[in-house]
């Protein structure tokens, strides 16, 4: 496991631990002829000249003992230990609250082709001898100087105010770099921030390559992010990426439970089920006369764009319509889309579930509940969940969870486990965004007790999302895999709901007191479009993180 972190004179915190997933891994298939891929696992990745490894373990280098997440501050580690002939490109960092779980690339200058040098100076970006923060003795963070034609892409960190040695570090050829922005804060205090350091530019055909490292700025002083960089798959090499073979592997590897409340009364179905149950296939201008779909979509109008003149709805006859509404959960399938993320060094396994029906919302008015009526419903519902998988080491290091028009990045550290390494999820009542725990999100103003109330917990319906699938889309994999017709449906999978959102929140208003009548017209006025649900939802070709990242 590599040298866990020293807790030193000071007490054992949670990230003084090193996190595991809950179960070995399996001996993953073997290379297949007809493969795009071949060297997913192998635990090394070459960028054009730039050979990569990912490193999970680390030695402690210097702690912040209070600030941040549960007033616990963050550590400072360097990769240890690391391998022959890699240097390390930065130091990582990671908030005490949590069990150690994360990673930074080293580097190998392949066939000495000049991919990485020596920085030729340090400037300090931060001291702590000043600050007042609790530490661990006192920490000094290092920007190194690269020399022409190089960058940075990690900074340095020691306990000591002389200047690291020049072969601390590498730098990074410049055509071997590209732009990076902060994205998460890890910490703050002090006159220091602490920020995670990502690509720009996250596509499926970006190249860019994520070094998992950090950037620090000063308080009121000038951004450090300027002068950093992440790296970039040059040679645009997907050999990381995993074949048909692996991929079924990872389904049955990784795979989420999905809980619906015990009240759901709409859930998903398998689309083949709805096409056969009786929904029915809508053309502006002939709407008298809409048609049945096979089975397999194939009738369906293929690409183009979203032009409003095809849609989908539910059966017409009154009985036959309730009870598709309801959906089949014993047909649900789980729809897989494989794309490789931040230039190849990840795989992306993009879960996407069919719902036939999104049901109505309620708000929460401090102590009061209160049905939204028609706010809400709409007809056809597609949700995902993405698994995030290092294709270094074949593990499961994230899940991102989709709630309305955005979600969030939960790392596996912080997942609920069953069954092995497959982890639990939560569908929410009615509008069916996901989320890592159960209880009730509310999507508002959390702080004011105002906002659409999402109700998650355990109950007997329950999806094993790995049973029951298809890949459906790997475009990296050729034609290794052939995408069914309704994939490439892009107009409506429902039609415009007719009703008024405005007059539907009047009536709310009407029955709150005066004083908060305002805070609950700004909070709702505040909220995405998607949850009100008025038009017709686009299928899973139609988002933008089909070929992009996902949104938090």
């Known amino acids: 496991m590599g040298n866990l972190p020293s807790a030193g004179a000071t007490k054992v915190l949670p990230v003084d631990s090193l996190f595991n997933l809950p179960a070995p891994l399996p001996s993953w298939p073997p290379l297949l002829s007809d493969n795009n891929g071949g060297g997913f696992g192998s635990g090394s990745i070459n960028l054009g000249g730039l050979e990569v490894q990912q490193i999970s373990t680390f030695t402690k280098v210097w702690r912040i003992l209070d600030g941040g997440p549960g007033n616990q501050g963050v550590t400072f580690f360097e990769p240890s230990p690391i391998p022959d002939g890699y240097f390390m490109l930065g130091s990582y960092v990671q908030q005490n609250n949590k069990p150690l779980f994360g990673w930074v690339l080293v580097g190998k200058d392949i066939d000495n082709s000049g991919t990485l040098k020596t920085p030729v100076d340090y400037t300090l970006v931060w001291s702590s001898e000043k600050s007042t923060i609790k530490k661990d003795g006192n920490g000094y ?202 230039g190849g060094t990840f795989t992306d396994l993009v879960f996407w579930f069919f719902y036939p029906f999104n049901g109505p919302g309620t708000a929460k008015v401090e102590l009061i509940n209160i049905p939204l009526g028609k706010i809400g419903e709409h007809i056809g519902d597609w949700e995902h969940l993405t698994l995030r998988i290092s294709n270094f080491s074949e593990k499961l290091w994230s899940a991102y969870f989709s709630q309305h028009s955005k979600g969030s990045w939960v790392n596996a550290s912080d997942l609920e486990f069953q069954g092995g390494n497959k982890f639990v999820t939560y569908s929410a009542l009615h509008g069916h965004p996901f989320y890592a725990k159960p209880g009730l999100v509310l999507q508002g103003n959390a702080s004011l007790g105002i906002g659409i109330r ?99």
């Open 454 to 552: 999402n109700d998650t917990a355990k109950s007997d319906f329950v999806m094993n999302t790995g049973e029951r699938y298809a890949v459906v889309s790997a475009e990296y994999l050729g034609t290794t895999i052939v995408e069914p017709p309704w994939l490439d449906y892009l107009k409506k999978w429902g039609p415009k709901i007719d009703y008024n959102t405005k007059d539907e929140l009047d009536k709310i208003e009407k029955l709150l007191p005066g004083k908060l009548k305002d805070v609950f017209k700004r909070v709702i006025n505040g909220l995405p479009r998607e949850v009100f649900g008025e038009d017709g939802p686009t299928g899973p070709k139609m988002k933008d993180y089909w070929t992009g990242d996902e949104r938090v």
């Open 141 to 342: 963070i290092w920007l190194p100087v690269a020399p022409e034609g190089y960058r940075s892409v990690g900074h340095v960190v020691t306990k000591s105010s002389a200047k690291p040695s020049l072969d601390k570090i590498r730098c990074v050829r410049s055509d071997l770099t590209e732009s990076c922005e902060r994205s998460d804060l890890l910490f703050g205090a002090g006159g220091i921030n602490a920020y995670g350091l990502r690509p720009t530019n996250r596509a499926t055909q970006s190249l860019s390559v994520s070094v998992g490292t950090f950037v620090a700025e000063i308080d009121g002083g000038q951004s450090s992010t300027a002068a950093m960089s992440c790296l970039k798959n040059k040679d645009s090499n997907l050999s990381c990426m995993p074949n048909l073979s692996q991929i079924q592997a990872l389904v049955q590897t990784y795979s989420p439970w999905i809980y619906f409340h015990p009240k759901e009364q709409y859930l998903p179905s398998s689309v083949s089920w709805y096409f056969n149950n009786g929904a029915l296939l809508y053309k502006k201008g002939d709407e008298s006369n809409p048609a049945p779909i096979d089975s397999t979509g194939s009738n369906l109008p293929q690409g183009g764009w979203n032009d409003d003149t095809y849609w989908l709805d539910l059966p017409i006859d009154k009985d036959a319509k309730e009870r598709v509404k309801k959906g089949d959960l014993g047909s649900s399938e789980s729809y897989i889309h494989v794309k490789p993320m931040l």
